[in-house]
C-alpha cells in the first residue's frame, strides 16, 4: 500500500511538470520562445539541468507547485488572443490530453480499436470521465486515497492510467476555472484561467514572463 501511495504522489509531481512543460511549449507553437525556464517547487534554486535551451530549476522545497519564466519582459501588446490563450493555457491543455490518453486506454482496455460503436462512444467516455474526476478529488480529497487503493483490484494494471487521468482531470479544471491564488506586491495572482481573462485579455502593458504560471 505505501508503494501505491507513492506511485500516486509520483504522478502528481509528474503531472505538475507536463503542466509546466506546456506553458513553455505550447506558445512556441505561435513564435513566443521567452518562456525557457521551468521551476519546480518554491525558496532558493537548489538544482538546475539543462535540455537543449530550456533550463529545468528544482528549487529547495519542492512541493507540486511549478511556475514558468524566462530573462526578458514580455510586451503583450504584441500579443494576440491566440497567442496569449496559449500562454496562459498551454499547460492545461496538455494536462487534458493527458487525461484523455489515460481514460482512453482504460476504455479501449474493454473493446476492438476496429469497433465503431465505441470509437462513437468515446468522447462523452472521455468527457464525462474529465469532469467526474474531478468533482471527485474537490469533494473527497485527500480521503479519497483509500478508494483509489481500493480502484486498484478492479483495474489492475490499469489502474495507473486511471491515476494519472483522474490527477490531470483534476488539475485542468483547477486551472481554467477563475480562482485567486495568492496577493503579490498588493495585486491578486489568479491561477492559468484567471491569468488569461484579467491579464491576458483585459490588461494590457509589459509584464515580466516569470509571473507565467
Sequence with gaps: MLGDILVIIGIFYLSVFIHEIGHCVMPRMVGIKEFNNIYLGIGNELRRFKVGDLSIVINKFLVPFGYVGGKEKTNYDSFN?????????????????IAVMAF????????????IGSIASLIPYILKSVVHSSLWVFQNGFEGVG??????????????????????SFIFIFNTIPIPMMIKNGKILFNDGGQFIFKGLLNKGTASSKECR
Design 81 to 97: 488572443v491566440l497567442q496569449r490563450a496559449l500562454v496562459h493555457l498551454g499547460g492545461i491543455i496538455f494536462n487534458l490530453a
Design 147 to 168: 478508494a483509489l487503493l481500493n480502484a486498484k483490484t478492479n483495474l489492475g494494471t490499469y489502474f495507473y492510467f486511471y491515476i494519472f487521468g483522474i490527477i490531470n
Design 104 to 115: 482512453g486506454v482504460i476504455y479501449y482496455s474493454s473493446y476492438d480499436f476496429l469497433l
